[in-house]
């Protein structure tokens, strides 16, 4: 099937979202948080923690000084017995306890997109799929036939999923971008 791009509303190129001003602080202060909280913020409580317990509490004790002579030993010996212990904590927290369904709850429960169809290849493809598919069902089960109208809906739906196989784009993130612009202008 050779498709002409312009014909099916393409964007083939990624284009970056550029949202308005007032996201771009709360997408900031997202990427701030994820970068402090999984990266540096990890990296500082461990050093510290290891650190503050060596120095304040190993050093002052004399038997726990003799299990641990040096610093380098006692980060190597908490390494080998923490990381282990601590994959296993982690890994009940997913598999074995219900603190991660309670966690997955909440976040469906307060996501809006399990309540509308998300942007992008679910609003232009999929969903018009299931129309089209509802109505063609509908027609078949009165014995109608499918118009001319509908089959170039369906024939459209197809070069979009064709596209999307092929590992193209349907529209760009600049379109959703635009389209919510235009919804809250006309507010």
Known sequence: MNLILSDIDIGCSFLPIVKKNKTLG???????????????????????????????????????????????????????????????????????TAAFSSEADVLVESNPYHYRVAPGWNQYVVFPLYLSLTNMMIKWSQNQKLTDEEINE????????DVLIKGGFIRTPDDYVAKQDKKENES
Do not use: C, M
């Open 26 to 96: 709360f997408r900031f202060w997202y990427y701030f948080r994820q970068g402090w909280s999984t990266y540096f913020a990890f990296i500082f409580a461990a050093i510290n923690t290891l650190t503050v317990t060596y120095f304040l509490a190993i050093e002052n004790y004399p038997i726990l000084h003799q299990i641990f002579p040096s610093f380098i030993h006692y980060v190597v010996i908490i390494s080998i017995i923490g990381i282990p212990l601590l994959v296993g904590i982690g890994y009940s927290h997913y598999k074995k």
């Open 154 to 161: 369906i024939q459209d739906i197809q070069k979009k999923i």
